[in-house]
Each structure stands twice: as structure tokens, then as C-alpha cells.
T-cell receptor, first 127, second 110 residues
């Protein structure tokens, strides 16, 4: 059974970079059948998609965060990572990693469904 | 990109049916059959309930069903049970190669 586990610091100082890792167990991150992604949820608020990555390294980001976000994949360690730069208090949220299903749409591999989720990790942007 | 539009809250009595709507545009909900619905209980990660508009993952009760008409998708829960109470989110793939969520709907079982 696939499991995803987020790890990283619980507090990040303002203006610094938030770094999180999602370790995948029970399945290979190199599968062509899935994308991998990050979603966040500020306390008491809704879900926000941050971005997704394919095993090949192709990435797609939320336009509102694109200038600050980098998602990368390490197939040798079976994990993928998130970096969010210039953190402020507004970035305080529970961050989830997830496995996404793929679809073939007009000859292009796209992502759609968030099939499996990690338990989430609360990260506060605070001094 | 603006969030998909969902009602902030819905409620129903045990045994009743409720429907939650999710309205987008022709660039997301209306343009692709890649609408999903997620259930979230307090302090827990979201759980997939419906994918590709109307498909149920293995293990999800057949009381949950999904549909779409034009730019609006809907989640219907029949035979409401106390355990259905929680937050529900829709999501859709978009023409900008992004994923868009709805603002979420709080379901209260009276």
C-alpha cells in the first residue's frame, strides 16, 4: 500500500526558504502512471494546489506561487521535495504531498486526481 | 486563477439527500472531465470520493455520486449519515496546466 510522508522544519523565519520532503513508500516514484504534487491549507481555510512534478522532472506550478516555488524529484531516494522562498506569515499552512493520477489528453500526459495524500505537516512562517 | 465556486455550507437530516455544486468556466470544469471531489474531516488529510466527474474509488460508498452539466459539477450524497459531516472540496484540471480547487463546503448533518 502506498504511503507518503512529509518531513521538514515546523517553523521557518520570514524571508527564508521553506524546504519539505515527501518520502514515498510502497511504490516507485519513477512510475510513468503518476504525477506527484504539493498542496497547502492555511489554518481554517481551503486547499491550494502548489505544483506537480512528473518522474521525468517536468513541473507545473500555481501561477500565484510560481516565482517562489521549486519542486524537484530524486528517484534514487524515492522522494520529491518542495522549496518555497521568501516566506512570510501568510505562508503558514499545513502542507500535504500527494500522488496524482495521469490522463492522456490530446496526446499530452496531464494530471488530474489526487489519489493519495500524506498526513500533512504544519509549517509556520514566524520569527 | 480564481477558485471554483462552491456553497459555503449545506445541511441535511439523516437519511436525506444533499447536493453540492462546483461552478467553474469552460477552461476548467466545462472543458475537461477531470473533476474530483474530496472529503475532509477535522485534523485529517482530504480523502478522494469521486474522480473524473462521476467515478467512485474502490471502498467509497455508492451513496456518493457525481455529475456535470456545462461548467458546473455536482456531488450528491444520498441517505445522509452522521459520518458524512465534514468539509467537501471539488477540483478540476485547467487549460493552463494547473489544478484548481473550490473554496470548500461545510456539510452539517442535523
Amino acid at each position: 500500500q502506498l504511503q507518503l510522508q512529509e518531513s521538514g522544519p515546523g517553523v521557518v523565519k520570514p524571508s527564508e526558504t521553506l524546504s519539505l520532503t515527501c518520502t514515498v513508500s510502497g511504490g516507485s516514484i519513477s512510475s510513468s502512471s503518476y504525477y506527484w504534487g504539493w498542496i497547502r491549507q492555511p489554518p481554517g481555510k481551503g486547499l491550494e494546489w502548489i505544483g506537480s512534478i512528473y518522474y521525468s522532472g517536468s513541473t507545473y506550478y500555481n501561477p500565484s506561487l510560481k516565482s517562489r516555488v521549486t519542486i524537484s524529484v530524486d528517484t534514487s531516494k524515492n522522494h520529491f521535495s518542495l522549496k518555497l522562498s521568501s516566506v512570510t506569515a501568510a505562508d503558514t499552512a499545513v502542507f500535504y504531498c500527494a500522488r496524482l493520477g495521469v490522463r492522456l489528453h490530446l496526446g499530452e500526459v496531464i494530471f488530474g486526481t489526487l489519489l493519495d495524500w500524506g498526513q500533512g505537516i504544519l509549517v509556520a512562517g514566524s520569527s | 486563477q480564481s477558485a471554483l465556486t462552491q456553497p459555503a455550507s449545506v445541511s441535511g437530516s439523516p437519511g436525506q439527500s444533499i447536493t453540492i455544486s462546483c461552478t467553474g468556466t469552460s477552461s476548467d470544469v466545462g472543458g475537461y472531465n477531470y473533476v474530483s471531489w474530496y472529503q475532509q474531516h477535522p485534523g485529517k488529510a482530504p480523502k478522494l470520493m469521486i474522480y473524473d466527474v462521476s467515478n467512485r474509488p474502490s471502498g467509497v460508498s455508492n451513496r456518493f455520486s457525481g455529475s456535470k452539466s456545462g461548467n458546473t459539477a455536482s456531488l450528491t450524497i444520498s441517505g445522509l449519515q452522521a459520518e458524512d459531516e465534514g468539509d467537501y472540496y471539488c477540483s478540476s484540471y485547467t487549460s493552463n496546466n494547473t489544478l484548481l480547487f473550490g473554496g470548500g463546503t461545510r456539510l452539517t448533518v442535523l
